[in-house]
């Protein structure tokens, strides 16, 4: 059974860094996707970045191109555990928001979130002006 946990969330003034983690174990398959979705209150959940393990290739939300950076240690060649990093810098206010990592074996729009079967408990992101 997939497990997805997230941490590293807080409170950072605007234009501060954060780095949010989500340790993931138990994959039924070698390859998938983890992603980072976020969701401020009264707001759509939104997609922000993910990583593909095979290739690592990786996508993002416009909204956050060229300030947040995913990453993943795979490369440590451990099959069964993988952890996936999201570096948020120059942060702003509209970045508040519950952050959650999720996985999908089987993406293609990459930052759908319907297309993503296994949830973390999310991490709370709050950024003050």
């Known amino acids: 059974e997939v497990q997805l946990v997230e941490s590293g969330g807080g409170l950072v003034q605007a234009g501060g860094s954060l780095r949010l983690s989500c340790a993931a174990s138990?994959?039924?398959?070698?390859?998938?996707?983890i992603g980072w979705f976020r969701q401020a209150p009264g707001k759509e959940r939104e997609g922000v970045s993910c990583?593909?393990?095979?290739?690592?290739?990786?996508?993002?939300?416009?909204?956050v191109k060229g300030r947040f950076t995913i990453s993943s240690d795979n490369a440590k060649n451990d099959n069964a555990k993988n952890t996936v990093y999201l570096e948020m810098n120059s942060l702003k206010p509209e970045d508040t928001a519950v952050y959650y990592c999720?996985?999908?074996?089987?993406?293609?729009?990459?930052?759908?979130?319907?297309?993503?079967?296994?949830w973390g408990q999310g991490t709370q992101v709050t950024v003050s002006s």
């Open positions: 990583i593909r393990r095979s290739d690592g290739s990786t996508h993002y939300a416009d909204s």
């Open positions: 999720a996985l999908s074996y089987s993406v293609i729009y990459y930052l759908h979130g319907y297309e993503y079967d296994v």
């Open positions: 138990g994959f039924t398959f070698d390859d998938y996707t």
